[in-house]
């Protein structure tokens, strides 16, 4: 087990003891730019900021903000997995890390169902549209372009993807400036929804901003596009949410790649078997980029 992650499982176990909670059993349900631990026997999942620390402060402004919106879209019987009501959900600063705590969500055997998976997040959107939230407006893109100024973006990337990205992501904010704004999930893909005993429910909302509808559609059909996977699964979780302007969702889907790339340098940085995946994704924008460039006949 990584130093990272073993202070993060300690973490959530001396935050939960301290705050009252019995733990016996403490289970790692994931690791990636947040570690889960179910805090047995309790009903309780902890979610530790690791990852995604590392360019947030700490991550705690962004786990009070998933707090509120999960805390909203539950009370509106929304499809989400709530904060915990066994124990204040927080967030919490222990050992130095930003830490939160959630309702234990019983997952079935097998993925949901991508239809499901539309719907729901269709539900959240409504439930959020009438949400007096505030929320960054285009904050993943702005926060792209801050990870890309910190010295791990140089270290992973060429200084010709580096230009390249700036200039994406410049032009995308550009775009985007004149379209209607809502509450949007932000990392709407399909590992961040759930079969569960009670619904198809949809968690990680700690990227959300105010952004198009299309971002969280373009996140969600954008991974099967860029690695050139089978679609269908997407497709199926699309036509399930209802219409939407297919111009929009196609620029989102270049928006989410170029966020992702600025990201995939503090991944890389923790996970070096990652490049591959970081490399597929910046040839599929170097291609996008030289389509967009080529003189029409």
Request: glycine share 8%; proline share 8%.
């Amino acid at each position: 087990m990584t130093d990272l992650r073993q202070r993060a499982l300690a973490a959530a176990v001396a935050a939960a003891r301290r705050h009252g909670l019995r733990v016996e059993e403490p289970l790692l349900l994931h690791d990636a730019s947040n570690v889960l631990v179910h805090l047995r026997p309790a009903p309780v999942v902890a979610r530790v900021a690791t990852t995604t620390a590392m360019s947030r402060d700490g991550g705690c402004e962004h786990l009070a903000r998933e707090i509120a919106i999960a805390a909203h879209l539950a009370r509106a019987g929304a499809p989400v997995i709530p904060p915990s009501g066994e124990v204040d959900p927080g967030p919490h600063m222990e050992d130095g890390m930003s830490l939160s705590f959630w309702q234990l969500a019983e997952r079935l055997p097998g993925p949901p169902s991508p239809a499901a998976a539309g719907r729901a997040l269709r539900e959240c959107h409504e439930a959020l549209a009438g949400a007096h939230l505030q929320l960054p407006p285009l904050e993943a893109l702005h926060e792209a372009g801050r990870v890309l100024d910190m010295p791990v973006g140089a270290e992973i990337h060429s200084a010709d993807d580096m230009a390249m990205l700036r200039e994406g992501l410049a032009t995308v904010l550009e775009r985007l400036s004149g379209l209607p704004l809502g509450p949007v999930h932000g990392d709407s893909h399909l590992a961040n929804v759930m079969h569960a005993e009670n619904g198809t429910l949809w968690f990680d909302w700690e990227d959300a901003f105010a952004g198009p509808v299309e971002w969280d559609l373009g996140v969600l059909v954008g991974q099967a596009r860029i690695f050139g996977a089978d679609e269908t699964l997407q497709q199926a979780a699309l036509r399930a949410y209802g219409p939407v302007d297919e111009d929009t969702l196609d620029l989102m889907v270049e928006a989410r790649a170029l966020q992702t790339a600025a990201w995939a340098a503090l991944v890389v940085s923790r996970r070096p078997h990652r490049r591959p995946m970081l490399e597929r994704n910046l040839e599929w924008l170097r291609a996008r980029r030289r389509s967009s460039r080529r003189p029409v006949p």
